[in-house]
Every structure is written in C-alpha cells, then in structure tokens.
C-alpha cells in the first residue's frame, strides 16, 4: 500500500541530514533476522534502498557535477549517438500541472499533492512521477529534480539528481518508463490513496477510480464528479507509445519485459557485472 502509515519506514529525513547512518539502519535489521529468525521483504527491501542511496554518493564521486546537465552523465553521447538520446521539451503551464497534481492521472496527482502538503513521497510515488514528467511528457527532468530538491524533507543531492538523472535515461542505463494506470492498480488496488489526496474522485469505484476520464457523463453525475471541471482531464493520452521500444508493437498489451524478448536477456545498456551484482545481493551477500 501507499497510505498507510507503516508502508514505509520514514527514516529518510534522519538519513539525508546525517542524524542516523545507512549503515546502523542495515546492522539493526541483520541484528533484527538474527534474532528473531524472520528473513522477509520488508527487511530485504529496507537494506536494498539504502544501499541505492550509497551507490549513488558514489555515483556522484565518479562523474562530478555533469549529473546536473540535461545530457547527464551520457554527455555528448545523448546528442543522437546513444539509444536513450532525445529533445528535450519545456512547457510551462504542463510542468505547473505537474507540480499541483493537476495532470489527470490520479496517481501522478495523489504523489505530487501528498508532497505538497507534508514534504513527503514514497520511492514508488518518485520513480513514477519522474517517469511521467521525463518519459511521457518529454520534460526537461532537471526541473522536476530541482522541484523535488525545493521541496523534499529528505532531500539528499546525491540521490535525488542521480534518481532523476537515471530516470530519464541520462546515465545510459536501462529506462524505465512506468505504466502509470498498471502502477496504480497495482499499488493502490482499490484506490484508497488516489481518494485521499484526490477527494474530487472520492464516490468513484475502484474500477474507475484509476482511470476516471472512462466515466461517461452518467457516471460522472452518479459519482459527483465532472472531468474538465472537478478533476482535470489527462493532459497526455494514457496510450502514449514508449519512444524507448523499437517495435511499439512487441509485447503491446504486456507489462514491461513481457514482450517476444526475455526479461534479464542481453540488454545493451546494462553492464556486464550488473547482472551478477543484482544476484549476489538477492543471496544475501553484503555483510555489515
């Protein structure tokens, strides 16, 4: 879930500003399966993204202050010569729509309001915001990092330009272009965050809580909700084609890896020890 309070551990702001160590949060949790026998998710996954947040200080160490450029690390690679290169656009009054949950995409929204108002964003809410922004509205991604730099009580320069940085595909690794309505439904199955940070869509089912622009205008009156006046309509059709697939017709229809081409094949933009550097972490084999 993406509500509730325990959903996450909330220790990010004491972690970007040094009041706790990356490192005493790993040791408690290797001391909390020790003890109690319990190996799950929930400890795997807490371990996992404080070891992205020191990867990416690293990161930073390595390719300096060109994480700030709109080529990122790529350089003049981005410029036409790699797959991930691209024009960058900026629309003003789009990125405003962005930034006060008013994109129509009640996900998008849900996030971008949550922040507003407490300062806070879950890493799943970030990863797909930052896609929408970067992969489906084509924006110059520097804007949205230096939106989330204004106004994250977690925010940490190294996480959050490198995160942005690799979202839009300027690292040159793999891109990740999120499915927003699939993540919705999958993270928010009956759409009770959307509801509470959207109460415009709060009388609308879960069948279309995550799609509401399918409401036609019996059911918009039904639910207490007109689209274009309560809740804005999409400012993106929601069957965008991925620019980052060469045949948008391999896997239509499919989740992200579920096309003719086997997920964890031989991907050009991945490194040749990632893969083993993924399975060895997932064995467990980091010691603290």
């Known amino acids: 879930g993406m509500l509730g309070g325990d ?10 500003h040094g009041c706790i160590s990356p ?4 040791k408690e949790c290797r001391r909390y399966e020790e003890e ?27 390719h300096g202050n060109s994480i700030f ?46 922040l507003a108002a407490t300062g806070f964003m879950s890493n799943r809410g970030r990863q797909n915001v930052a896609s929408f922004l970067a992969l489906d509205l084509n924006m110059d991604w520097r804007y949205g990092a230096d939106h989330f ?73 039904q639910y207490e909700v007109r689209l274009g006046v309560d809740y804005p309509n999409p400012i993106i059709k929601s069957t965008a084609p991925n620019p980052y697939q060469r045949d948008n017709q391999r896997g239509k229809g499919k989740g992200r890896g579920e096309g003719n081409k086997k997920r964890g094949g031989n991907n050009p933009n991945r490194g040749r020890g990632q893969r083993q550097d993924m399975k060895s972490l997932k064995q467990g084999d980091y010691k603290f």
């Open 69 to 114: 450029f709109l080529d990122g690390t790529l350089g003049r690679e981005a410029q036409g010569n790699h797959p991930n290169s691209r024009k960058w656009g900026l629309n003003k009054k789009t990125l405003q729509a962005w930034k006060d949950g008013m994109t129509g995409y009640p996900l998008v929204d849900a996030n971008m309001r949550e």
């Open 36 to 62: 109690t026998g319990i190996t799950n998710k929930s400890t795997y996954w807490v371990v996992f993204e404080l070891l992205w947040g020191c990867f990416f200080r690293m990161f930073a160490a390595k």
């Open 149 to 221: 730099e204004s106004t994250l009580l977690d925010h940490d320069v190294y996480a959050n330009w490198g995160n942005w940085c690799s979202a839009a595909g300027m690292t040159g690794g793999r891109v990740n272009r999120f499915n927003i309505v699939k993540q919705s439904k999958d993270y928010d199955k009956e759409g009770d965050y959307v509801r509470h940070w959207c109460p415009e869509l709060a009388n609308v089912p879960s069948k279309l809580v995550h799609e509401p622009w399918k409401m036609n205008k019996e059911e918009q009156q």
């Open 7 to 16: 959903d996450s551990t909330k220790f990010s702001p004491w972690l970007a």
């Open 23 to 26: 490192r005493f949060v790993a």
